[in-house]
């Protein structure tokens, strides 16, 4: 059963309501709004793209960070994720939505005013976000780094987005919710879950805050979230884009309306459960991470038929598909989608998972996603849409040609290193000798690979080529028509009550009340989060405690605060997983209990340091105090960043009693009253850590943050006792 085309426009016929006709009404389409998200998403995607690449060259040239605290790679990669998840994909949704679901509705949006509320609050999220990251205010949690005021910004104006498409679908004249709405609906409700859960966190100071979770059941409710924030906002709003703009531009009806609805529940139910695949290996439950398996593989047969009715709906436009660059970016989108959704799957299997994890693998992974299905489809949107409402026809087919053979070609630069990186980095990590030693040091699986990361940035340079191409395109374009404002049409209003024929089918039922597929919506998405957090936070054997384990000192707590706010978790791990090669490397295994005062978890996602879960002793502090200061002194060929400003930055100890008090909140066991105390504890440690520097005739100032960040690094892992072959 095939869903007309004709479905995105307005219907020629009254509806049939078993009664006389309904007067044909006039209204007229806000493009208005729709021109505004999409000059942000082209601005954005230049800004994104920007800062990725100078993240990219970073990491094989330590002079890019210019030895300055905004400009590291810590700081500069979660501008990065955030200026292309948040900026350039959300303005691209924003830009859909906005055009598509009035003419799905046949509506004008709810409300003009909270169109420009959405729009303008949510720039100011991302400029204040940037600006916060680049000033080191972080969360320390991959993808949700910005810090609590903007948490609150963001669940203020995703309200208003809220209110402005049900707004708009309860006053539509379409009886028939089309397909693309129930994706924006699911995307809506989902993520302001995600966020509000992931979003819990204890103040202490004006921008700055400490997660409410802690260890593992911070680490589960971030990777529920980060990887449904990869589901629901990188991939259902998409999935509802490419249900409308690509039957539109294609001209065809999309191949199958049953397989649609089977798409759509049965993607939302399934990717909710599949987070923990982020931590297999690691001290999470093994419960929780046999659950993130089996649903992640379950997520194949979803995914897949959501990218087979895209690419069937070309069925019989292949020939047009080779002369439309529209087409031609939204093909390879849904194949890079196709893709994305087996790779996922596949490397949540243990034994996949055991050799990607932590390498670059899993960022040639992200990135097929992000800059083939997100990229291409927003590129193709973008197309179709400034034309339209601009009244005139694109500048130049052929320039839209050549973005995307740049963008094709910076694709596939972009991400085959990383693969080659990836399984490199995996086999000599592993590697061992005949005498049965490690056969490489950490370094020299880096140094390895610094081709492949030269490369990679060849290939984002082409993308980011194609992007300036694109930006030229639409500015001729634009210059050369003008914007229909209010766009006139007209439809014929919605009657009280639809006359049926016959028996209806379940889903037509749910397609004509949208609060009710809001509210089976959000059951379908809450149930695995439930079940997957509910037991690990109430049930205490699923999260042992161990004796030996102390909260931090003063001292440390700052050095901690200190790492996270230069970004340290975006190379360095802390998690040592059971493998003869990682125990051999780093020390025993992590255990659930080490982490029951880390707010937030610092276990990390990739390796382009060692892992540092067993740090504490190793060397002594004039090793890490020189290693800070330039690490090229200590490690010849290191690709991390200097930090000459912790030697001459202070420690912050106003806010000390602040955050013992936080955590006290948050249960850690500081004595009571010991706020008052902690400063004077920091002191007495800072002055041990000054002297054994002073052996080393390494003279440095009271309260130096340098001291501070030697304090965390010397205490990690030490609280039990490392077995290490």
Known sequence: MNE?????????????????SLQVEQFSYDNKSVQLFAFATIFWSVIGMLAGLLAAVELYYPGANLNLPATTFGRVRPVHTNAVIFAFVGNGIFMGVYYSLQRLCKARMFSDKLSRIHFWGWQTIIVVGAVSLLAGYTSGKEYAELEWPVDIAITFIWVIFG????????????????????????????????????????????????????????????WWYGHNAVAFFLTTPYLGLMYYFLPKAANRPVYSYRLSIIHFWSLIFIYIWAGPHHLLYTALPDWAQSLGVVFSVMLIAPSWGGMLNGLFTLRGAWDKVREDPILKFMVVAVTCYGMATLEGPMLSLKSVNAISHFTDWTIAHVHIGALGWNGFLTFGVLYWILPRIYNTPLYSKKLAGTHFWFGTIGIVLYA????????????????????????????????????????????????????????????KTVKAGHLVKDEATSAYPLPKAITTHGKEHWHRWIERRPVQMLVLSLVAVAIGGILEMVPTFLIKSNIPTIAAVKPYTPLELQ??????????????????????????????????????????????????????????????????YN????????SP??????????????????????????????????????????????????RGIREQLAKDKIKTAPNAEILAVIAYLQRLGTDIKSVKP
Not at 627 to 634: A, G, Q, S, T
């Open 4 to 20: 007309n085309v004709s479905l995105a426009d307005s219907p020629s016929q009254p509806p049939d309501m078993g009664h006389k």
């Open 163 to 222: 209110i402005n498409i049900f707004g708009t679908i309860l006053k539509r004249r379409e009886s028939h919710l089309y397909v693309a709405i129930w994706f924006y609906i699911a995307t809506w409700v989902t993520v302001a879950m995600l966020h509000i859960v992931n979003s819990f966190e204890r103040p202490f100071s004006w921008f700055k805050s400490y997660s409410w979770y802690a260890g593992v059941q911070d680490a589960l409710v971030q």
């Open 637 to 686: 060929g290191s690709i991390m960043p200097n930090y000459p400003w912790l030697l001459s930055n202070e420690i912050d100890t106003a806010s000390t009693a602040a955050k013992i008090r936080a955590m006290q909140s948050l249960g850690v066991p500081y004595r009571s009253g010991y706020d008052a105390l902690a400063n004077t504890d920091l002191q007495t440690q800072a």
């Open 559 to 624: 050095g901690r605060d200190i790492y996270i706010r230069e970004g340290c978790y975006n190379c360095h791990s802390q998690m040592i997983r059971p493998f003869r090669d990682e125990v051999a490397r780093y020390g025993d295994y992590s255990k659930a209990g080490e982490f029951v005062y880390d707010h937030p978890f610092q276990w990390g996602s990739k390796r382009t340091g060692p892992d540092l879960a067993r740090e504490g002793g190793k060397y002594p502090d004039s090793w890490h």
């Open 416 to 475: 085959v290193p990383l693969y080659w990186a990836g399984f490199t980095q995996s086999m000599m990590w592993k590697s061992f000798t005949e005498e049965g030693q490690l056969k490489y040091q950490f370094l020299e699986t880096v140094t390895q690979i610094i081709p492949l990361y030269i490369t990679r940035s060849i290939g984002g340079t082409l993308y980011l080529s194609g992007v300036l191409i694109m930006v030229y395109n639409l500015y």
């Open 627 to 634: 290693h800070m200061m330039d690490p090229r002194i200590m």
